[in-house]
């Protein structure tokens, strides 16, 4: 729900904004295309290669304000992780940590990943499931020096989005699916000062 957040929360703005999804997804790219109100397509570097996720960002690029591409499992899991493709492609990654059991171990978790690969551009984290705006100032004073805060979205059955064993249910089953992302969205006012910062990619290094 945070990435579909931010895409709502920008296009209110008056933004084009591009969402892509990291490897071979389909449930969530059609709530993330609700949520942008454009095409959303996967960036794959096991399926698709290096050449064909730089043409797709590429393309992009032109006409967008902002291109937010959504990771899959873990950072750093698989042989192609979202990791990988941050790297390759100089994409500065906003981590999402669930702080809704936890205080200091948020600043732990958060200088862990900013470390674990220091080639990596990291350039904040986000806060999932927090109790309260002091439950928020907590986790974002637990954070070392160097890595900041970007924001954060309230413990809220309304932004949890329904799921089954085999993940999140369709886009178009879900009835109140706007009304989720909105309210999402809302959850983020204020935030846009912080994103200047990260809104930029290195331009693609290979032949497209």
Known sequence: MVVSALARHYRDLGLHVRVFKT???FLDPM???RASGAPVYQLDL???????????????????DLILAEGVMGLFDGETSSADLAEMFGIPILAVIDGGAMAQTFGAIAHGLATYRPNLSFACVFANRVASEYHYRMLAESLPPGITGFGWLPRDKALVLPGRHLGL???G???DLDARITRAAMA???IESRMKGVRSFLLPSVPI
Request: glycine letters at 14%; one cysteine or more; proline letters at 6%.
């Open 173 to 175: 089953e879900i009835d």
């Open 46 to 64: 096991w399926m698709g290669g290096e050449k064909h996720c730089c043409r797709l960002l590429f393309e992009a690029a032109g006409p967008a």
């Open 31 to 33: 709530i993330l295309e």
């Open 23 to 25: 490897g071979p997804d």
């Open 188 to 190: 983020l006012e204020g």
């Open 169 to 171: 249910v369709q886009a």
